[in-house]
């Protein structure tokens, strides 16, 4: 179902297995501790919070996500242990009540970064980690077609006043040191932040186009009538296909970068 929202859990789901593989290996960097609670910032449609509570063995995991669409998809896997929940993640805090803080693919949504990883920080419990997850590829056709489209008219002309939806992949997103300094800052014992490129291989370039409709296309969903957002769809395939060349199979790095980081237990 698609949304208000512009999430449509079953157009983001196309590629689930591509998307897990840094999941997989966000978990991976996440140090063996007794996780009473936990929580999975933008879980989405909630398969991979599932993942990692059984992973983890995490008595309690909260998903938080702002998609009506996306709670609902994400609700299939509520148990007693899992629960979903509505809400902003960039608001989202607690009073150090939390062991692991998991924002896989969600925090480049939200704006300042500095602000919002004090507040994650501040839901720690001592000796609590932090594992996030953010795409890093601003600079990539998918993204450079999309805002190079948004700016030229019919569209430019029909998001007004307020000027197209910001990409928030490149206005959010920092470079790797700036979260190692940011989580030094907050005062972290130890950490861990890599850059990765995911080297994935969809069936056809007009795979590219499929991934993107599911995630970084659905701001311009909401700010566009259902007539020219599908004008727009057709305009940025044609573009994106001319810049990527038509190819089966196509070749999709994919850039991201992993933070994890565990605060000292004292
Ligand atoms: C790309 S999906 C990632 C989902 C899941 N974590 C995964 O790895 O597959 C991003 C999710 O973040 C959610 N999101 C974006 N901004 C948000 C906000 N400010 N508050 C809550 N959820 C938000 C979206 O609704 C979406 O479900």
Request: aromatic content about 10%; proline content about 6%.
């Amino acid at each position: 179902m698609a949304s208000m929202d512009g999430w449509d859990p079953e157009q983001y789901r196309r590629f689930a297995n591509e998307r897990a593989q840094p999941f997989h290996d966000l978990l991976a960097l996440v140090e063996p501790a007794k996780f009473l609670r936990a929580v999975d910032l933008g879980c989405g449609t909630g398969e991979l919070t599932a993942l990692a509570a059984d992973r983890l063995e995490i008595e309690e995991i909260l998903g938080i996500d702002h998609s009506a669409a996306m709670l609902g998809a994400a609700s299939l896997h509520a148990t007693p242990s899992v629960q979903f929940s509505h809400g902003d993640i960039s608001a989202w805090s607690s009073n150090h009540e939390h062991d692991l803080i998991l924002a896989a693919a969600s925090l480049q949504w939200v704006p300042d970064h500095g602000e919002v990883l004090r507040r994650w920080t501040g839901a720690l419990a001592p000796g609590g980690q932090i594992a996030v997850q953010v795409p890093a590829n601003a600079d990539s056709p998918t993204h450079r077609v999309a805002s190079r489209l948004a700016a030229a008219e019919p569209y430019l002309s029909a998001f007004g006043i307020a000027g197209p939806p910001v990409d928030p992949v490149e206005t959010n997103v920092l470079r790797p040191e700036q979260y190692a300094q940011l989580l030094y800052d907050l005062g972290f014992e130890r950490q861990h932040v890599r850059m990765t490129v995911y080297p994935h291989v969809l069936p056809s370039s007009r795979d590219a186009f499929e991934w993107v409709k599911g995630t970084t296309l659905t701001r311009f969903k909401t700010r566009l009538s259902e007539e020219l957002f599908h004008r727009f769809l057709v305009d940025y395939e044609h573009q994106l296909l001319d810049e990527l060349g038509r190819h089966e199979p196509h070749f999709f790095p994919f850039r991201r970068i992993l933070i994890w980081a565990r605060l000292s237990q004292a």
